[in-house]
């Protein structure tokens, strides 16, 4: 047996694990699921806030049309109450000087 | 059986209508005629967004949003035509006929050749609980009909904004003073 092939037997030899290595490993298996499960937590409360952000800004596109709406019942209503009190006052006028 | 379950259907919507005080109309024939039309119907929770949407900084606003505070509705109903006559007077009779007394008071009614216009107020002595503004023209039909409670005071503090005149309205005087004009 040549020198070179006893070297390679020393370092080729069948050797047994450390002790808790077994545990060790499956310990780092958990550890690399864990984060899978954060991922998903983070992609919930990403679309929980994007969800949020719509309905904040659906509520605000209705508030502002309800408002236009308001303010444009408000103008007919005003247009048309002056209409007629601009038809009374010409009434009393006429018949003042009548 | 369906029959009578479908009567009984349409009775119960009828009356639900009627409950809620707006004034019942076949508008979509109207609507079916006119080159431009408005409607505009605020009630429960989009009229309180209305109001929320009101600033409070600016006065017009601010007295708008005191006036909102008691009302249950406010609906609006204009069209305009390209030509006379697509309208009849009954359509406008049919309307005014539905705002009787004693719960409503005609408080203006000005009829010209081809125009006419009236408003109505409800009242219970204190506050105003209904306006109507039935405003008929020969190419024009406009309904506004606001529901709930209308302090006085509101109303005449927007006196000047938005095109509304300085009037006097109190409950005890039932509003403007009437005036009839044939």
């Not at chain 2, 609906?75 to 049919?94: I, L, N, P, W």
């Not at chain 2, 506050?127 to 005071?153: C, H, M, N, R, Y």
Request: aromatic letters at 6%.
């Amino acid at each position: 047996m040549s020198e070179l092939e006893q070297d390679l037997r020393n370092v080729l030899r069948r050797q047994d694990p450390p002790e808790g290595f077994t545990e060790r490993v499956l310990a780092r298996t958990r550890q690399h699921s864990a984060p899978s499960a954060s991922r998903w937590i983070g992609v919930a409360i990403a679309a929980g806030l994007l969800l949020a952000a719509g309905n904040f800004e659906y509520r605000q596109y209705e508030g502002r049309k309800a408002k236009r709406e308001l303010l444009l019942a408000l103008s007919i209503t005003g247009n048309k109450l002056n209409i007629v009190h601009q038809k009374i006052t010409d009434l009393n006028k006429r018949t003042t000087h009548d | 059986m369906i029959k009578l379950a479908s009567a009984i259907l349409l009775v119960s919507c009828a009356m639900a209508q009627d409950q809620s005080g707006r004034l019942q109309f076949d508008w979509d024939k109207l609507a079916a005629k006119a080159v431009e039309k408005t409607n505009v119907v605020l009630e429960g929770p989009m009229l309180q967004m209305a109001s929320q949407f009101l600033s409070g900084g600016k006065k017009d606003e601010a007295d708008v949003k005191k006036l909102v505070e008691g009302l249950k509705g406010v609906y609006v109903r204009s069209f305009e035509f390209d030509k006379e006559g697509q309208y009849t007077a009954a359509d406008v009779a049919g309307i005014r006929s539905q705002l009787k007394s004693p719960e409503w008071s005609q408080v203006v009614d000005v009829q010209e050749r081809n125009e006419t216009s009236a408003v109505y107020l409800k009242s219970d002595g204190k506050l105003f609980q209904g306006l109507v503004v039935v405003s008929a023209e020969p190419k024009e039909l406009t309904v506004v009909q606001i529901i709930g409670l209308l302090d006085p005071s509101a109303l005449n503090a927007l006196g000047g904004s938005f095109g509304i005149p300085s009037m006097n309205f109190s409950p005890k005087s039932r509003g403007p003073a009437p005036v009839k004009k044939k």
